[in-house]
């Protein structure tokens, strides 16, 4: 299909670390397949230490000892096989292809350059143009994210979280990127404030027709932009739906706590929180690593991993109890 | 003197200075602020805004740690800006107990867990022994669902986030304190064990008569658990009475632009449908 943008296959990535001769493994990503189309926006939901950060890192080819790849490929339209790019290649490739937002947005804005200086660092020898010409770009896509075009000669400090978060966006968006990762883009904004980062996230998104993968903990999130949502547990992706399957008719056991667990106002019936914690990566349990806290949990799965399989059009789930 | 309100805020308000001589800027952080909550009425009561609203600033002058510019904050009677000395000091810090956002950072990494617990126990409560230090730690954990031997020696790196706040809350609790005050306490707390912190409050006002004073930018956990609250706009409040009619059907722009800013999947249903729309 010449449709798919992103297509991840059998990923495998540990933690290989050794002190005094004791060899450590830490299996962060283990076995994970999906697939992002074009102009779409995948959401990526875990908790802590559920191995997104870990999967990103390998899709962005930024992995660096300990972490290491065991298994599998990470394919894009643009370059068939990203973990065998050499250092050169991936420099041409990001920000033109491929760009990355995150969280902090502090750390990614030179402190002691001003805006404008940090779009020439990151964009210009990729959009080939003159400067007078790429500073007009510059204007035009700050209007896009909604910032006054002013503010390229300010300094990251005399911006709010709100605006910097936004400049972090445009910084990543002006060399219209075929794909852009996303990683917990609104964590540290306000509440108010994340709601418009969000929706003028989508709306340059579908404008510049490029494809997203957006990962966060909050469902809230997940349920206001992606078009279709995969969720990680201990490693492994779980379940896969359409954004709106997902929460009317989630099947994986976890996932289904997840929803019936969130909060909504006006509805006061007492919710049930999930026994356990989540599993030590670097120990992980047989079998479905879900199972020791699985209200449903049978013999067969504390010994085989359950393959994720289809159960519905575009809905997949790893799961022994769901039935097809 | 048992008609004496727990807590009564009274006209407080906190200014904060910045800068020199020259290009002095005041900033009201709290701005003439006033709730009550009665004793012998356990409550849970939430304070709701966002960063830079004041919640936590007030937070800190209900737990003694700021003195308010104006105004008068009595705890039982007592005005807390009287309270001097030692003796004095600890006896309130007994009844007035902190939780805070982030557990990793509330827990010395140096320490084992149990050590803050039996310091907690000899302080507050003149645990006269090891012995009796460790009956009290025991108790409190068993009350959040876990044990001593769960946690003995153990270091704050080896517990997940829920489990350390759960610590931190049966830490709080073995002074038998009056009121609780959680700032953010589930914030930092990822989704499958936020109930169980959340559901463990309602818990403590239930079961152990405490009431406690909820910060949160967060309203759907505030509709979730709170009875009433109040909610914070730059200092001030803009909003205040019954969480569930407030909530509802709130009545201030910035309440209303909260309830219209929490993202979740039922009222979200055109943005959830499919992108196979090209523009």
């Not at chain 1, 120990?283 to 159960?311: I, N, S």
């Amino acid at each position: 299909m010449s449709d798919v943008v992103l297509s991840v296959q059998g990923l495998k990535a540990y933690y290989m670390t050794r002190h005094f001769g004791v060899q450590r493994e830490v299996r962060a990503v283990d076995g994970i397949d999906f697939e992002v189309r074009r102009n779409e926006i995948y959401g990526l939901a875990g908790e802590s230490s559920s191995g997104k950060t870990t999967l990103i890192k390998t899709i962005a080819a930024a992995w660096k000892p300990p972490l290491q790849i065991v298994a599998g490929t990470v394919r894009f339209s643009f370059a068939p096989d990203i973990l065998r790019c050499k250092p050169d290649e991936l420099a041409r490739l990001r920000w033109k292809h491929l760009a990355i937002i995150v969280q902090g947005s502090m750390s990614v804005l030179n402190p002691v350059r001003r805006i404008r200086e940090s779009f020439v660092d990151f964009a210009f020898r990729h959009l080939g143009v003159a400067r007078a010409a790429f500073d007009q770009r510059v204007a035009a896509h700050l209007a896009r994210v909604r910032l006054d075009p002013g503010i390229v000669d300010a300094y990251p400090h005399e911006l709010s979280g709100g605006m910097r978060q936004r400049v972090t966006i445009a910084l990543a968006t002006i060399c219209r990127p075929e794909f852009v990762i996303a990683d917990e883009p609104t964590t540290a904004l306000d509440v108010l404030v994340q709601k418009d980062v969000l929706d003028m996230m989508r709306e340059v998104q579908r404008e510049i027709g490029s494809s997203m993968l957006l990962v966060t903990h909050d469902l809230g999130v997940h349920a206001h932009v992606a078009d279709r949502m995969g969720i990680m547990y201990a490693g492994r992706l779980v379940e896969e739906a359409p954004t709106a399957e997902l929460f009317r008719a989630p099947r994986h056991p976890y996932t289904a706590h997840l929803v019936a667990s969130l909060p909504r106002i006006g509805d006061r019936t007492a919710r049930k929180p999930l026994e356990g914690t989540p599993p030590n990566l670097a120990a992980p349990p047989a079998g479905c690593r879900f199972h020791p806290r699985c209200p449903l949990a049978m013999d067969r799965c504390r010994t085989e991993v359950p393959p994720m399989q289809v159960v519905a059009p575009q809905h997949r789930v790893a799961c022994f109890a769901v039935r097809t | 003197m048992n008609s004496a309100p727990l807590l009564d805020v009274d006209r407080v308000s906190k200014v904060f200075t910045r800068g020199g001589l020259l290009s002095r800027e005041r900033i009201r952080a709290v701005d003439d602020l006033s709730f009550r909550l009665e004793a012998g009425r356990p409550e849970i009561f939430s304070i709701i805004g966002e960063s830079g609203s004041g919640k936590s600033t007030l937070a800190k002058m209900i737990l003694h740690i700021e003195k308010p510019s104006d105004g008068r904050l009595s705890f039982r009677g007592t005005d807390v800006s009287h309270i001097h000395g030692r003796s004095a000091r600890l006896a309130f810090m007994a009844q007035v107990q902190p939780i805070f956002q982030n557990p990793f950072e509330a827990f010395n990494p140096l320490k084992p867990l149990d050590h803050y617990l039996f310091m907690t126990a000899r302080r507050f409560n003149g645990a006269p022994d090891e012995a009796a230090a460790l009956r009290m730690a025991d108790s409190a954990l068993l009350q959040v669902g876990l044990s001593l031997a769960e946690v003995r020696g153990r270091y704050p790196h080896e517990l997940s986030g829920g489990q350390l706040q759960r610590v931190a809350v049966a830490r709080a609790l073995i002074p038998r304190p009056k009121l609780i005050v959680a700032d953010e306490p589930v914030s930092m707390v990822d989704a499958s064990l936020r109930m169980a912190i959340v559901n463990l409050f309602k818990t403590l006002r239930d079961d152990f008569g405490i009431t406690i004073v909820y910060i949160t930018h967060d309203l759907a956990t505030a509709d979730y658990i709170s009875d009433r609250l109040i909610i914070m706009q730059r200092g001030r409040v803009v909003e205040a009475g019954d969480a569930r009619t407030v909530l509802a059907d709130p009545q201030h722009p910035y309440s209303r632009s909260l309830k219209g800013a929490v993202l979740l999947p039922d009222a979200l249903a055109p943005a959830a449908t499919p992108a196979a729309t090209p523009t």
